[in-house]
C-alpha cells in the first residue's frame, strides 16, 4: 500500500528536511547537507506515486551515510 502525502511530509521533516512553498500543490524540500530538491505534488491525503517514496528513500540513506561518516 502507498504512503500518503502526509506521511512523506512528516518523514522529511523528521529528518530535517525545510519545506518552501511552490505553486498549487507543490512544495520543494531542501536539505541543508544534501545538493537535491525533493518536489512533492498532489494533496495531502492523496498517495504518494513510487518514484516519490524511492527518491526520499533514497535522501534518507545519503543522510544516514553522512551522519556515520561523520561520527
Known amino acids: 500500500?502507498?504512503?500518503?502525502?502526509?506521511?512523506?511530509?512528516?518523514?522529511?521533516?523528521?529528518?530535517?528536511f525545510i519545506?518552501?512553498?511552490?505553486?498549487?500543490?507543490h512544495s520543494n524540500w531542501k536539505h541543508p547537507q544534501l545538493p537535491q530538491v525533493i518536489t512533492v505534488a498532489r494533496k495531502d491525503g492523496a498517495d504518494a506515486p513510487l518514484y516519490l517514496e524511492r527518491k526520499v528513500q533514497k535522501a534518507l540513506?545519503?543522510?544516514?551515510?553522512?551522519?556515520?561518516?561523520?561520527?
Open 19 to 25: 519545506s518552501r512553498p511552490g505553486k498549487y500543490s
Open 61 to 71: 540513506q545519503q543522510l544516514e551515510a553522512l551522519s556515520n561518516d561523520s561520527d
Open 1 to 16: 500500500m502507498p504512503k500518503k502525502i502526509r506521511e512523506i511530509k512528516a518523514m522529511l521533516k523528521e529528518a530535517g
